[in-house]
């Protein structure tokens, strides 16, 4: 069930609120009627970067090197209207514009369908969405080098690499 559609917005970012180890991630669009939010894994936010990127390399569209990081901040009030689910992004070739598809997370099988949204946007947005999307979820806390997985913010966590044998420090 189409929830919403957003065909010339002059806003699309990704954010979060909150500090990193307990951040709330967001996609947000706003065209000239009106501004939605989504609330996002942290992996989404990273995934529609990566995708984005991909995605303007096929293109032969360089990424953005440089933006306005302010303007690309989430706009107060950060109501999400749903979590999402599923996602995916694509190319219109007809009208050089992307399309950035969401699906509703729905847990309970008795549920009616999940509420989608539809965010189109032109290259320029592509690639400071691209660019910032990625530059905000390294925004967390540092990865352990041995396994990957989050430390506090001083660097200090009890590794699975060492078997639980004491904690690994930077």
Do not use: Y
């Amino acid at each position: 069930m189409m929830d919403v559609e957003l065909a010339t917005p002059h806003h699309v970012t990704v954010g979060f609120t909150g500090v990193p180890g307990q951040r709330t991630f967001f996609l947000q669009a706003e065209d000239d009627t009106r501004r939605v939010a989504f609330l996002l894994e942290k992996a989404q936010a990273s995934g529609i970067g990566e995708l984005l990127g991909q995605l303007l390399a096929r293109l032969d569209d360089g990424a953005a090197s440089d933006w306005d990081r302010a303007a690309m901040a989430l706009r107060q009030p950060v109501e999400a209207r749903w979590r999402v689910g599923e996602l995916s992004l694509g190319f219109d070739p007809e009208q050089d514009r992307f399309l950035l598809e969401l699906a509703e997370l729905v847990t309970d099988e008795s549920a009616p369908e999940p509420r989608e949204a539809r965010v189109w946007f032109d290259r320029d947005q592509a690639r400071r969405l691209a660019a910032h999307a990625l530059e905000v979820v390294e925004q967390g806390r540092p990865t352990c080098e041995l396994c990957g997985r989050p430390t506090e913010l001083d660097g200090e966590h009890v590794c699975p690499a060492t078997n639980g044998h004491g904690t690994l420090s930077r």
